[in-house]
């Protein structure tokens, strides 16, 4: 690409940090008259928008939108994730899910702009380009221009090339005093870099909203949510947008330490990846909704449903998240939440939740019988039963004494 071609209309997904700031100056010095998009999803305040409205217009973007992005991410990743319950690896909660979205903002602003081109701030080392290219690719024929994956092919000190790019154009860069690279959004935030990335144990600097075991509050916390048809609709009696429970359990957990760990796992390109996350709001949730699933559903459901919970969530991880097989497995998961109705109270008293009641028409109590207390059946046919049950085993014991 030259600057020769004519001025044409590109989208930049854009979130004022030294990447997409990058992108601006470098996208008009190739000839394109740049858009910006900001999909807020959750993780700025008020006077952080305003500054990433202002960072465009002194950058000379063509024009600026920032959407609200709270209800997409509720309803395209937090539902169906919750349904599954399954963590990436068993461990991570999918924390950057929110990607899916910020590039389902920037084609609206695309197809309202009628152009084709759409631009990333994404490094060629990380899961996120594979995640945005898959999510474009996924949704038609689009020209995906990645200038800090431009840069990187002459470049080795990328960051500080695209520092001193914006400075000799006259553009200030924010003092980056932190030590470590931060996403936060409504569905928590994720650290990694310095000690974390050389496999030590967190400094007290990486903390993000959970307080430390010394700040916890020494009264525990009691919270009931209600759920219809596996997805939360009330915390506490009160019915709630999706987005706003979320933030409200956020808000509710986090100073108890909830929802905070340290993963290492496989990423999409074979490396290994270490951060520490803190995910209070949707930690709880998922055991709030577990405990009351493990109650409604039947004993195969219980034993089958993770197995298919486990590709949606590597799907999702991975970039496919427009692939068919994740709405098939999402058609599964919807129909397994037919009876996923009722309240579940959680308690914390700092650092973990549990579920502690759980009330539903639909939980599969036998009338005449309790676990380990009662039983309307005879002791010859709990004799009977064992002794047809473990026939294979008793079998091999007798023949291969």
Same mark, same amino acid.
């Given at each position: 690409m030259t600057s020769a071609h004519t001025s044409r209309d590109i989208v930049l997904a854009f979130s004022g940090g030294l990447d997409t700031s990058f992108c601006v100056p470098y996208l008009k010095e190739q000839g394109w008259t740049v858009h910006t998009v900001f999909a807020d999803t959750g993780g700025v305040d008020a006077e952080e928008r305003a500054f990433i409205e202002q960072r465009a217009a002194e950058l000379g973007v063509a024009s600026h939108v920032t959407v609200d992005g709270g209800a997409a991410i509720w309803d395209g990743f937090v539902k169906p994730f919750v349904w599954a319950g399954e963590a990436y690896q068993g461990q991570y909660p999918l924390l950057v899910s929110d990607r899916y979205l910020i590039v389902d903002a920037a084609l609206a602003r695309a197809a309202?702009?009628?152009?084709?081109?759409?631009?990333?701030?994404?490094?060629?080392?990380?899961?996120?380009?594979?995640?945005?290219?898959? %999510? *474009?690719?996924?949704? #038609? +024929?689009?020209?995906?221009? =990645?200038? !800090?994956?431009?840069?990187?092919?002459?470049?080795?000190?990328?960051?500080?090339?695209?520092?001193?790019?914006?400075?000799?154009?006259?553009?200030?860069?924010?003092?980056?005093?932190?030590?470590?690279?931060?996403?936060?959004?409504?569905?928590?935030?994720?650290?990694?870099?310095?000690?974390?990335?050389?496999?030590?144990?967190?400094?007290?600097?990486?903390?993000?909203?959970?307080?430390?075991?010394?700040?916890?509050?020494?009264?525990?916390?009691?919270?009931?949510?209600?759920?219809?048809?596996?997805? %939360? *609709?009330?915390?506490? #009696? +009160?019915?709630?947008?999706? =987005?706003? !429970?979320l933030a409200k359990l956020n808000a509710l957990f986090a100073p108890y330490g909830v929802g905070r760990g340290v993963y290492t796992g496989d990423t999409v390109i074979g490396l290994k990846g270490r951060i520490v996350y803190e995910a209070p709001g949707l930690i709880s949730l998922l055991a709030a909704h577990r405990a009351l699933e493990d109650a409604v559903l039947t004993k195969q459901q219980n034993r089958f449903k993770p197995e298919v919970a486990r590709k949606w969530t590597e799907l999702v991880y991975e970039g496919f998240f427009h692939d068919p097989l994740k709405a098939d497995i999402e058609a599964f998961l919807a129909s397994s939440q037919a009876k996923v109705t009722g309240d579940v109270v959680l308690e914390t008293r700092g650092g973990r939740v549990d579920a502690v009641a759980v009330t539903s028409p639909h939980i599969l109590n036998a009338k005449g019988a309790t676990y380990a207390q009662s039983a309307d059946w005879g002791v010859e046919e709990a004799e009977g039963f064992i002794k047809l049950f473990g026939m294979s085993s008793t079998l091999y014991a007798q023949v291969n004494r």
């Open positions: 309202e702009l009628g152009t084709n081109a759409v631009a990333h701030g994404c490094t060629g080392m990380g899961n996120d380009q594979v995640r945005f290219d898959l %999510a *474009v690719k996924a949704q #038609g +024929e689009y020209r995906i221009v =990645a200038p !800090i994956r431009e840069i990187q092919k002459e470049h080795t000190q990328t960051r500080a090339y695209e520092q001193a790019y914006l400075e000799e154009r006259g553009f200030g860069v924010r003092a980056k005093q932190q030590a470590y690279t931060i996403n936060e959004n409504l569905l928590g935030l994720t650290m990694s870099g310095g000690e974390i990335d050389r496999w030590e144990a967190p400094g007290e600097g990486a903390r993000g909203w959970c307080a430390p075991r010394a700040e916890w509050p020494e009264a525990p916390l009691l919270v009931k949510v209600r759920f219809e048809q596996g997805t %939360a *609709v009330a915390l506490d #009696g +009160e019915m709630l947008p999706g =987005a706003q !429970i």
